[in-house]
């Protein structure tokens, strides 16, 4: 069995499976990625709460594992050649844990690469703009006088919901008959995006024919509802 003690964010959040997978977490967005994601693979796993309310993040232990303070970060002691493995940023965690199970991501080269493809959309586009445009409608940012910045945010994201949209005509899933990493990549944003930013009428949610459908079957999935309550809040 590996000796996860040897690193530090084990003395702040002990592990009490060292066997298992460790998860540290928070359930935003980008957090439920991992816990639904497990849970829909079936790893065992043990999980965290890392309160970025009290920025827990940002703690020496935390940033022995992640150095750039966000959630979610694994630890997993059966990594490549049975060493443990640290790792962060949710898009990658995604992709390990999917080529570590062979599960949610196609086996044939080319859907492989396309499914990859549509996680980065997810991280590069979907996961920033839907944040910022949170940001200026629903927290601090919603005090500024100038509107400018909100109405760029709020553009934008309407932009990618309209590229999901076109992705899903004819499609179940963002690859078709096949649930993969993409899906669960978006799910959580989508989801947020028109629940707790409560921003659907600004982006014109209601137009959208797809994308709630799609994410109607998304959240019907237990896997989908047990990861987006883990870990719990404090």
Do not use: C
Not at 7 to 23: C, E, G, N, V, Y
Not at 58 to 81: R, V
Not at 182 to 188: E, P, V
């Amino acid at each position: 069995m590996a000796d996860l003690s040897t690193f530090p964010i084990t003395a702040r959040w002990p592990a009490k499976h060292p066997d298992r997978l460790q998860l540290y977490s928070f359930p935003t967005p980008n957090g439920v990625k991992v816990s639904i994601m497990l849970e829909e693979i079936g790893l065992p796993y043990e999980a965290h709460t890392v309160n970025i309310g009290a920025n827990d993040s940002w703690t020496p232990e935390f940033l022995s594992l992640n150095p750039n303070g966000k959630i979610p970060a694994i630890l997993d002691p059966d990594g490549p050649d049975g060493t443990p493995l640290a790792l962060f940023e949710s898009g990658a965690i995604l992709l390990y844990l999917a080529e570590k199970t062979g599960k949610l991501l196609p086996a044939d080269p080319a859907r492989r690469w396309e499914t990859i493809q549509w996680v980065f959309f997810q991280m590069g586009g979907v996961g920033p703009m839907f944040g910022q445009l949170g940001f200026f409608h629903k927290f601090a940012g919603r005090e500024y006088e100038d509107k400018r910045p909100l109405e760029r945010y709020r553009a934008e994201s309407q932009r990618l919901l309209g590229v999901i949209e076109g992705r899903l005509k004819g499609r179940d899933w963002i690859m078709g008959e096949e649930y993969t990493v993409a899906d669960i990549a978006l799910l959580g944003w989508v989801r947020n995006l028109i629940g707790f930013y409560g921003a659907g009428d600004l982006v014109k949610y209601g137009d959208l024919v797809h994308v709630p459908k799609w994410l109607e079957r998304g959240l019907a999935r237990p896997a989908v509802q047990r990861g987006l309550e883990i870990p719990p809040r404090p």
